[in-house]
């Protein structure tokens, strides 16, 4: 099985800040990385598909890069919405597992 | 609009069983493949299990192969996750989503409970 690795596990950051993500496979992936934003109680939107394409009405300041095994997630200017947490999740082959997570909260 | 509503999530007592539904609607159900993801309280998300289009290839995690069973009804544009020999650690929010390579549509989750 693959296993996704995510870090940090959780981040403080203030509005405006440029914040990134990685997520690393223990085996190549090519592109078959997915990233998602979860909020409480709400289920997990999907916001940048083959590890670069960004989701239709998702904003520009998400980006997306990587390939292999190494991933990473921007965002350029953290906005107050986008505080929640992060998930990454590989859809190579079967187990299509998820990263553990990473939330990131209001400094 | 493109929209999925799970129902059939409750309370159950440790062994027992409950049979999970998602119904589906606004968009060509029989063209997607699905899944079922969950995520125990508090916890990150889990996938479970997936199944293409035409129920050729179907696949489970580990924590649930021998135990649930997803199936789906093309004709009633419904997906099913039959749970058996349900455990504590099988409690949590269940979620179906469209798409496996890109699942960019789910529902709001139902809630299954294990305990006695």
């Known amino acids: 099985d693959i296993q996704m690795a995510q870090s940090p596990s959780s981040l403080s950051a203030s509005v405006g800040d440029r914040v990134t993500i990685t997520c690393r496979a223990s085996?190549?992936?090519?592109?078959?990385l997915n990233w998602f934003l979860q909020k409480p109680g709400k289920p997990p939107k999907l916001l940048i598909s083959?590890?670069?394409s960004l989701q239709s009405g998702v904003p520009s300041r998400f980006s997306g890069s990587g390939s292999g095994t190494d991933f990473s997630l921007t965002i350029s200017s953290l906005q107050p919405e986008d505080f929640a947490d992060y998930y990454c999740?590989?859809?190579?082959?079967?187990?299509?597992?998820f990263g553990p997570g990473t939330k990131v909260e209001i400094k | 609009e493109v929209e999925l509503v799970e129902s059939g999530g409750g309370l159950v007592e440790p062994g027992g069983s409950l049979r999970l539904s998602c119904a589906a609607s606004?968009?060509?159900?029989?063209?997607?493949?699905m899944n079922w993801v969950r995520q125990a309280p508090g916890k990150g998300l889990e996938w479970v299990s997936s199944?293409?289009?035409?129920?050729?290839?179907?696949y489970y995690g580990d924590s649930v192969k021998g135990r649930f069973t997803i199936s789906r009804d093309n004709a009633k544009n419904s997906l099913y996750l039959q749970m058996n020999s349900l455990r504590a650690e099988d409690t949590g929010v269940y979620y179906c989503?469209?798409?496996?390579?890109?699942?960019?549509?789910w529902g709001q989750g139902t809630l299954v409970t294990v305990s006695s």
């Open positions: 606004g968009f060509a159900f029989n063209t997607y493949s």
């Open positions: 989503a469209r798409g496996t390579e890109t699942p960019d549509c």
């Open positions: 085996q190549t992936i090519y592109s078959y």
């Open positions: 083959a590890a670069s």
């Open positions: 199944i293409t289009s035409s129920s050729t290839y179907i």
């Open positions: 999740q590989q859809t190579y082959s079967a187990p299509f597992t």
